[in-house]
């Protein structure tokens, strides 16, 4: 057991808790093993939380979160789910870059099977890179306003309103509005990787 994993007492807590981080790596097509070296703890301690044989601290929760893309409150969250959930457009999430553009989460946390953001750049605006890469999940690219140009592992697709692609996260990624007008574009990422 290595420095990370300080046992927390047991209980009923810790079998929810583990049925919950069971859930969500099954969800998200990881392995055991996969969680278990990102999070820097052993695959039987990881199999022993699963199955709440044992707690853990807060920041081994939070490393098994990440390596999820979850953080240590969506390990918690009660929400079943079957929930249907709204999201108002004035409480996205955002991330503000500093070419011009803006993320917006469209799925809420805890992401469970399916995660779904929109971009909106501005002209010449620009998100992701050429080494930009996350996880390995299947990711697909619609462009709802504009003309971009989307740098997937070294070769450039022009795509204008309506195209769409699918390539893996893993590849290396970036789109850039090439037109003269704001571009909007939206990701449809299963399992969440972001």
Not at 58 to 70: H, Q
Not at 133 to 157: K, M
Not at 161 to 172: C, K, L, M
Request: hydrophobic share 35%.
């Amino acid at each position: 057991m290595t420095s990370t994993e300080d046992v927390t007492a047991e209980g009923s807590g810790s079998v929810e808790l583990g049925a919950r981080i069971k859930q969500f790596r099954l969800g998200r097509k990881l392995t055991q093993r996969q969680v278990a070296e990102f999070a820097e703890v052993s695959v039987s301690f990881l199999s022993q939380l699963e199955r709440g044989v044992c707690g853990a601290s807060v920041p081994t929760l939070s490393m098994i979160g990440k390596a999820m893309g979850l953080s240590v409150a969506d390990l918690f969250s009660d929400e079943p789910a079957s929930h249907h959930r709204v999201l108002r457009k004035e409480e996205r999430p955002q991330i503000k870059t500093a070419s011009g553009a803006t993320k917006f989460m469209l799925t809420r946390r805890p992401l469970q099977n399916l995660e779904v953001l929109e971009g909106a750049m501005a002209p010449g605006g620009t998100i992701g890179s050429d080494s930009h890469t996350h996880g390995d999940s299947q990711e697909l690219l619609l462009v709802l306003a504009g003309t971009v140009r989307l740098s997937l592992d070294g070769t450039e697709y022009e795509l204008n309103v309506d195209d769409s692609i699918e390539y893996r996260s893993s590849s290396t990624h970036g789109v850039t509005n090439i037109g003269d007008d704001a571009a909007r574009v939206l990701w449809i990422i299963s399992p969440p990787s972001l």
